[in-house]
C-alpha cells in the first residue's frame, strides 16, 4: 500500500532511521497517520544518505491532512444534523483507512439517522425559514392587522391525515383520552370512521378511505400528532405555508381524496378545499394586536381553538386569512387536520 503512496521502504543506513521508518509503516497500516508522519520525520533527521526522501514525508503529511480534514467536516455536519453529508466525509476517511473504526461506527450512526430523518418526513414540505405578512387590513376585525412575522424552518403535510389513518390511531390509543376527553364523533353525519364493537375494532367508511377525517376533536387532532412525532401547525405556521393556493373546490369538489385536486405553489394539497384544519393556538379575537414577531404562538387557556382554511361564498372571504374558532371538545363539523415538525425537534 504504501508503495503505491510513494513511501519509500529502500535501505536506510542508520539505524535510527531504520527503526523510526519501521515505527512509521507500523502507524501507516494501522490508520494512525499523525504518529506515522512524527515517526517518519524523525527517520528523516537520522538518515544520512537521504534513504527517507523528504517526499515520503510531503505524501504522509498529505494523507494525513486529508482524514483529519475529512473528520472535522464529519463532525461538523453531524452537529448540524446533516447526517448525509456527515456519512460522504467519514466514508471517504473509511477509504482511505479501513482500520478506523470510529469512522466506520460514525457511518452506520449517520445512515441510521437520516433514514431515520428521510421516513419522519415522508409526505411532508419543508418550508424554508422567513418573513411573511401575516393577517390583513381589509377584513374582519379579528384578521387585522396585518404584521411581519419570521418563521424558522418546519415541515408541514403535503396532504390532510385521512380517514385511513386516523383509524390506524385509535385502533392503537382509543377513543378517549387520559382525561376522558373525545377524540372523535363516530355519529357525526361528517365523519366517515366506522366501529365494529363485536371486533372492537375502527376502519374507514367503504370508498372513504383516503378522504380527510371530519368528525375529530382538537384534542383527537392534538394527541394523532404527538403520537406521530409531530404537533399541530400554529397558525402562523399554516398561513405561511398557505403560498399561492388554487380556487377551492378542486377538480373533485369539495370532499375529496386528500391526494387529488391542485396543490399550492409549495406542492401542499388541500389548504381551500376539503374543510377546514385545526391548529394548536388557543382563539382570540385581538391576538394580531399582541403577537409575537417571531414564531408566534398562543396558548393561553382558553375557551376556543382556532381553526383556519376552508370556504365561503362571502365576498370579503380570504381563505389565507380567514380565522374561526371552535370549542376544543367539538367534532360535528367538516374540520380535519394536518402536522408540523419543526426542523430543530429532528434529531
Not at 21 to 48: I, L, T, V
Amino acid at each position: 500500500m504504501y508503495y503505491a503512496l510513494g513511501l519509500q521502504a529502500a535501505p536506510v543506513s542508520s539505524a535510527s532511521a531504520r527503526t523510526y521508518f519501521e515505527k512509521g509503516m507500523h502507524y501507516f497500516r494501522a490508520g494512525d497517520y499523525k504518529a506515522a508522519e512524527f515517526q517518519f520525520e524523525y527517520a528523516s533527521f537520522h538518515d544520512g544518505d537521504g534513504s527517507v526522501s523528504s517526499d515520503s514525508v510531503k505524501i504522509m503529511r498529505s494523507v494525513s491532512n486529508y482524514c483529519k480534514i475529512h473528520k472535522d467536516s464529519g463532525y461538523v455536519c453531524y452537529d448540524s444534523r446533516r447526517y448525509d453529508e456527515a456519512y460522504v466525509h467519514y466514508s471517504l476517511v473509511s477509504q482511505k483507512n479501513s482500520s478506523d473504526t470510529i469512522c466506520r461506527d460514525m457511518m452506520t450512526i449517520c445512515y441510521d439517522k437520516w433514514r431515520m430523518t428521510v421516513d419522519s418526513h415522508s409526505g411532508m414540505v419543508r418550508m424554508e425559514p422567513g418573513y411573511f405578512m401575516m393577517g390583513r387590513n381589509d377584513g374582519p376585525d379579528n384578521e387585522k392587522p396585518s404584521h411581519a412575522v419570521r418563521l424558522d424552518s418546519f415541515y408541514i403535510d403535503k396532504y390532510e391525515v385521512s380517514n385511513s389513518q386516523y383509524a390506524v390511531f385509535l385502533n392503537q390509543k382509543g377513543l378517549y383520552d387520559a382525561e376522558r376527553h373525545i377524540r372523535i364523533c363516530i355519529d357525526s353525519p361528517t365523519c366517515h370512521i366506522r366501529y365494529d364493537a363485536a371486533t372492537n375494532w375502527y376502519s374507514a367508511e367503504a370508498g372513504y378511505e383516503d378522504f380527510p377525517v371530519f368528525g375529530v376533536t382538537w384534542y383527537g387532532a392534538s394527541d394523532y400528532a404527538q403520537w406521530k412525532g409531530k404537533t399541530l401547525p400554529t397558525e402562523a405556521q399554516w398561513e405561511y405555508a398557505f403560498g399561492d393556493a388554487p380556487e377551492e373546490g378542486g377538480e373533485d369538489g369539495y370532499y375529496h381524496n386528500v391526494k387529488s385536486g391542485t396543490p399550492n405553489s409549495y406542492g401542499i394539497y388541500g389548504m381551500t378545499d376539503n374543510g377546514r384544519e385545526w391548529v394548536s393556538d388557543s382563539y382570540s379575537g385581538v391576538a394580531y394586536q399582541f403577537s409575537d414577531t417571531r414564531n408566534p404562538e398562543h396558548h393561553e387557556v382558553r375557551e376556543f381553538k382556532t381553526v383556519r382554511g376552508g370556504a365561503s361564498m362571502d365576498d370579503d372571504f380570504n381563505p389565507k386569512t380567514f380565522r374561526d374558532y371552535e370549542r376544543p371538545g367539538f367534532g360535528r363539523g367538516s374540520i380535519g387536520f394536518r402536522c408540523v415538525k419543526n426542523v430543530a425537534s429532528v434529531k
